[in-house]
């Protein structure tokens, strides 16, 4: 059974940095796509960013140059980070880890990041 474990939202002010960690356990290849999207109070889900298999990098308009995602195969299984640099205000949401393999998506259940001084 694929199992997504997201860790690290939390509360910080403007400027400051937080560090997105999910953990994917119960698969035994690489996913095509690993990544993050968000989604604030009364907006729709949006991506933020994405890597492929071949650790191709995809980021929203927004994130680019602050954001950088990364995946590692540990013991723990496939893990994926998001850093957050620079955050802002509107970067605010619920932040999903999405896997998708063999074109099965799946969902973490999300983890809340607050930017506000």
Not at 87 to 114: E, F, M, S
Request: glycine share 12%; proline share 3%.
């Amino acid at each position: 059974q694929v199992q997504l474990a997201e860790s690290g939202g939390g509360l910080v002010q403007p400027g400051g940095s937080l560090r997105l960690r999910c953990v994917v356990s119960g698969i035994l290849r690489l996913p095509n796509t690993m990544g993050w999207y968000r989604q604030a109070p009364g907006k729709q889900r949006e991506l933020v960013a994405t890597m492929t298999g071949n650790s191709a990098t995809n980021y929203a308009d927004s994130v680019k140059g602050r954001f950088a995602i990364s995946r590692v195969l540990d013991n723990a299984g496939y893990t994926v980070y998001l850093q957050m640099d620079t955050l802002k205000p509107d970067d605010t949401a619920v932040y999903y880890c999405h896997v998708n393999i063999v074109r099965n998506d799946y969902w973490g259940q999300g983890t809340q990041v607050t930017v506000s001084s």
